[in-house]
T-cell receptor, first 105, second 115 residues
Framework: GIQVEQSPPDLILQEGANSTLRCNFS?????LQWFHQNPWGQLINLFY???GTKQNGRLSATTVATERYSLLYISSSQTTDSGVYFC???????FGAGTTVTVRA | GAVVSQHPSRVICKSGTSVKIECRSL??????MFWYRQFPKQSLMLMAT?????????EQGVEKDKFLINHASLTLSTLTVTSAHPEDSSFYIC???????????FGPGTRLTVT
């Protein structure tokens, strides 16, 4: 199956800082999604982005399919951004290990 | 739009009993539903994929006789953990996808504790 690697595994930010999360995948994919898992376990859809660039408020994402990676940008981070961010790819959604983000006030 | 519900949100059962978890797509028809399991501080692992009206496809290492999946309608799938044991304690999450789309939407999860 497709291997998905996310980096960094952990990220500690001061409120207001910007950050970049990375997702590398081992083969071409026709589906890539970014999720935020909140403290209660709910997975929140952030982006469906098999290619190209999208923005939603303070979040944006870019996927370069030919080079097999995707980036998630968080700008002006807030404490509510804390949680685990997952990248998942392909039809049956193979998940990466996630990046745990902690934003401190 | 694209809301998926799960019931119950938490369940505690005794070893040897069976537990049924329901997953519903509330505002769209889910031609495909997926069941995942997540252990503490780990990622999600796909257990099985089900298409409405047909048998589920299980991932390698998942016992189909232990984890019974039924996808009887376009809005409902159920996962039954049979003869549960403490090692089955986990967070079970379903997701759903409509026809001709790739984006999946997830339910809020069910935390199962087997004593």
């Amino acid at each position: 199956g497709i291997q998905v690697e996310q980096s960094p595994p952990d990220l500690i930010l001061q409120e207001g800082a910007n950050s970049t999360l990375r997702c590398n995948f081992s083969d071409s994919v026709n589906n890539l999604q970014w999720f935020h898992q909140n403290p209660w376990g709910q997975l929140i859809n952030l982006f469906y982005i098999p290619s190209g660039t999208k923005q939603n408020g303070r979040l944006s994402a870019t996927t370069v399919a030919t080079e097999r990676y995707s980036l998630l940008y968080i700008s002006s981070s807030q404490t509510t951004d804390s949680g685990v961010y997952f990248c998942a790819v392909d039809y049956k959604l193979s998940f990466g290990a996630g990046t745990t983000v902690t934003v401190r006030a | 739009g694209a809301v998926v519900s799960q019931h119950p949100s938490r369940v505690i059962c005794k070893s040897g009993t069976s537990v049924k978890i329901e997953c519903r797509s509330l505002d769209f028809q889910a031609t495909t539903m997926f069941w995942y399991r997540q252990f503490p501080k780990q990622s999600l692992m796909l257990m099985a994929t089900s298409n409405e009206g047909s048998k589920a496809t299980y991932e390698q290492g998942v016992e189909k006789d232990k984890f019974l999946i039924n996808h009887a309608s376009l809005t409902l799938s159920t996962l039954t953990v049979t003869s549960a044991h403490p090692e089955d304690s986990s967070f079970y999450i379903c997701s759903a996808r409509g026809a001709r789309v790739f984006e999946q939407y997830f339910g809020p999860g069910t935390r199962l504790t087997v004593t």
